[in-house]
Nanobody
Framework: QVQLVESGGGLVQAGGSLRLSCAASGRTFSRYGMGWFRQAPGKEREFVAAISWSSSTYYADSVKGRFTISRDNAKNTVYLQMNSLKPEDTAVYYC???????????????WGQGTQVTVSS
């Protein structure tokens, strides 16, 4: 069992930055691929970024060059650094953990509760 707790969301102006964190419980964190997804009101949950157990990274086209995902296995934490934020980045951001390699889909094993990110224009 893995429990995930996100933090770092908030309100920021367009062009600003935020860093999201996701702290994971359990001693097997390093075995999991970790992903960030987001869901805006009235829209489906969508893939944002993922990092494999070996630290390969994957990004949605909409965030490439602006967002960076990283992990610290010693701290059981995954991060999402978000720069050059746009109003369309406004959403609830979810952290997720998976043992399979389908990083772009929502079929992850565990999910956090989400953290709100609001970008004002």
């Amino acid at each position: 069992q893995v429990q995930l707790v996100e933090s770092g969301g908030g309100l920021v102006q367009a062009g600003g930055s935020l860093r999201l964190s996701c702290a994971a419980s359990g001693r097997t964190f390093s075995r999991y691929g970790m992903g960030w997804f987001r869901q805006a009101p009235g829209k489906e949950r969508e893939f944002v970024a993922a990092i494999s157990w070996s630290s390969s990274t994957y990004y949605a086209d909409s965030v490439k060059g602006r967002f960076t995902i990283s992990r610290d296995n010693a701290k059981n934490t995954v991060y999402l650094q978000m720069n050059s934020l746009k109003p369309e980045d406004t959403a609830v951001y979810y952290c997720a953990a998976t043992l399979n390699r389908s990083y772009y889909s929502t079929g992850y094993n565990y999910w956090g509760q989400g953290t709100q990110v609001t970008v004002s224009s």
